[in-house]
Every structure is written in structure tokens, then in C-alpha cells.
């Protein structure tokens, strides 16, 4: 079956925009995480989304939010982006938190984003 | 926050040889999991290890956990050129509400 899909692979933005960043989740998870992966602070959760309610949040400033559709996919959002946004941002998916503490979670390839 | 810190930070092997990696973490944890990352892609997860175990294998793959030293290592036996990649260990502090806390990775470089 089909893995967890981000799109787009790239973006470039410049600083004070806002970015969209989407990911689909493997067919019948429900749990969609997102992270943010840098070269100074490495990878770090932003939040989970399950059955479209947000469970938790990493400790992020509030122009960083996200939000899960019925069908589970799962978008995130930066407002106002700082270059220090730059990063690769990965989503990960699960069926549910039970499945996630026996079999892990299954990766994205990820969005680079770059704000200049 | 980084909980899991791995070393050593870099390790180069000669195909053939083991490649052992350690993880130290610094919270109770529910399980702790290997995942690989090849060249700034997303994440492939290897294996995971609940709190009340001490030992798996999968393949080429053995991973211990001590929650009494909270430490946990990855050793891969008869290293191939494809196993060059980052590892990294992850806790999971339960429920998977918060998350995966990682470690900075362990770059592992395997020469031909």
C-alpha cells in the first residue's frame, strides 16, 4: 500500500509568508505527527493530530499550527516565517497510539522548506 | 528538548564489520525505537523495544535497553556499503500524545 505522502518535497519562501505544508497519511491510520528537523536543534515534535483533534503540541511559537481532515489527511501551517523556519519538516503516521508503541510510527520523505 | 543523546556522533566501519551505537536518554520511557535516515529523507523505522524487554533482533539488527543505566544500543552485524546512513534512537514517553523525543544521531559510514 501507498506510504505516508508530504508534498511539496521543495519550497522556497521568503521571510513574513505563510506556507502550507501537506501530508497524507498510509490508508486507515489515524494518527498523523509532525516534526521539525534542523541541523542546530535536530528533530523535534511539533504535534500529533488523531481523528482530527489535536492531542498534543511540542514546544512551538503559535505561528506554527496544524489541523487533520476527516480522511485523515493533515496540513500544517507557518505564519509570518522566520529564516530560522528553514528546516526539513517530516510527518509520521500510525493507526492509533496502541499500534505506535508496538510497531513505531511510518515517515514521510518530508518537506524542505527554505526561507530566504 | 533531546533526550536521547547516541554516540559516538560519527563511526566509520569497513563493509564486513560490526557497527555498534549507543543511546542514553533521560526519562521513563514506554518503549525507545531505532529509526535510519539516508541523506536528509524521511525516516525508516527499524526496530523498537518496549520498556520491559532487554533484548531484540530483527535480521542483522540487535538492540538492548538497560532502564536502569537508561541507555539502549544498536549494533549491526556485517555491515554493507547500503547500511551508510544517520541513526537514531527515540523515546516514547507513552501514549504517543508527546511524541518522539530524539537523539542527534549517530552518522555511520560504511567503506567498501
Known amino acids: 500500500k501507498a506510504g505516508v505522502t508530504q508534498t511539496p518535497r521543495y519550497l522556497i519562501k521568503t521571510r513574513g509568508q505563510q506556507v502550507t505544508l501537506s501530508c497524507s497519511p498510509i490508508?486507515?491510520?489515524?494518527?498523523v505527527s509532525w516534526y521539525q528537523q534542523t541541523p542546530g536543534q535536530g528533530l523535534q515534535f511539533l504535534f500529533e493530530y488523531f481523528s482530527e483533534t489535536q492531542r498534543n503540541k511540542g514546544n512551538f511559537p503559535g505561528r506554527f499550527s496544524g489541523r487533520q481532515f476527516s480522511n485523515s489527511r493533515s496540513e500544517m501551517n507557518v505564519s509570518t516565517l522566520e529564516l530560522g523556519d528553514s528546516a526539513l519538516y517530516l510527518c509520521?503516521?500510525?493507526?492509533?497510539?496502541?499500534?505506535?508503541?508496538?510497531?513505531?510510527?511510518?515517515f514521510g520523505s518530508g518537506t524542505r522548506l527554505t526561507v530566504v | 528538548s533531546q533526550q536521547g543523546e547516541e554516540d559516538p556522533q560519527a563511526l566509520s566501519i569497513q563493509e564486513g564489520e560490526n557497527a555498534t551505537m549507543n543511546c542514553s536518554y533521560k526519562t521513563s520511557i514506554n518503549n525507545l525505537q531505532w529509526y535510519r535516515q539516508n541523506s536528509g529523507r524521511g525516516l525508516v523505522h527499524l526496530i523498537l523495544?518496549?520498556?520491559?524487554?532487554r533484548e531484540k533482533h530483527s535480521g542483522r539488527l540487535r538492540v538492548t535497553l538497560d532502564t536502569s543505566k537508561k541507555s539502549s544500543s544498536l549494533l549491526i552485524t556485517a555491515s554493507r556499503a547500503a547500511d551508510t546512513a544517520s541513526y537514531f534512537c527515540?523515546?516514547?514517553?507513552?501514549?504517543?500524545?508527546?511524541?518522539?523525543?530524539f537523539g542527534k544521531g549517530t552518522h555511520l559510514i560504511i567503506q567498501p
Open positions: 490508508s486507515g491510520h489515524r494518527s
Open positions: 527515540a523515546t516514547d514517553g507513552g501514549g504517543g500524545a508527546d511524541g518522539l523525543t
Open positions: 509520521a503516521s500510525s493507526p492509533d497510539t496502541t499500534q505506535s508503541s508496538i510497531y513505531g510510527y511510518t
Open positions: 523495544i518496549r520498556s520491559n524487554e
